[in-house]
């Protein structure tokens, strides 16, 4: 209930255009969503689902730059992959694969909000 709850006043936030106020929902929000990018059921995954996006919508209509440069490195592995978000780009979702065990070394430079989802699958 928690979370739709939650959600619901990130929407009401939204509708009063208060992104300050909404940000730190929409935050709490996201760090609530668990492996498969859902919820607890599938009420509060569609309401917070619907919530988070209207507030990326929000987000980018702001006049704020965006320039985030993301890179990764696994550790012991030659394989870099460097991510680049501009304005134009921002909504956009990458995937990257790295060996499994190994630490993975991410450095962040530039400005901008951003939400980076890890996900571990093993396949047998």
């Known amino acids: 209930m928690t979370v739709e709850t939650t959600a619901y006043a990130l929407l009401q936030a939204l509708s009063r255009n208060d992104i300050d106020y909404a ?4 935050r709490w929000l996201t760090m ?32 704020e730059e965006i320039n985030m440069q993301i890179q990764f490195h696994g550790f ?21 694969k790295f060996p499994l065990g190994r630490k993975i070394h991410i450095k962040l430079t530039g400005q901008g909000n951003g939400t980076l989802t890890n996900h571990t699958i093993r396949l047998f």
């Not at 607890?40 to 209509?61: G, M, N, P, V, W």
């Open 32 to 63: 609530q969503q668990n492996y498969g990018g859902g919820f607890h059921s599938t009420q509060d995954t569609i309401i917070a689902l619907e919530a988070s996006s209207r507030y990326d919508i929000a987000f980018l209509k702001r006049e």
């Open 23 to 26: 940000t730190p929902i929409a």
């Open 76 to 96: 012991g592995s030659p394989i870099e992959n460097t991510i680049h978000l501009r304005q134009h780009n921002a909504l956009t979702e990458k995937e990257l």
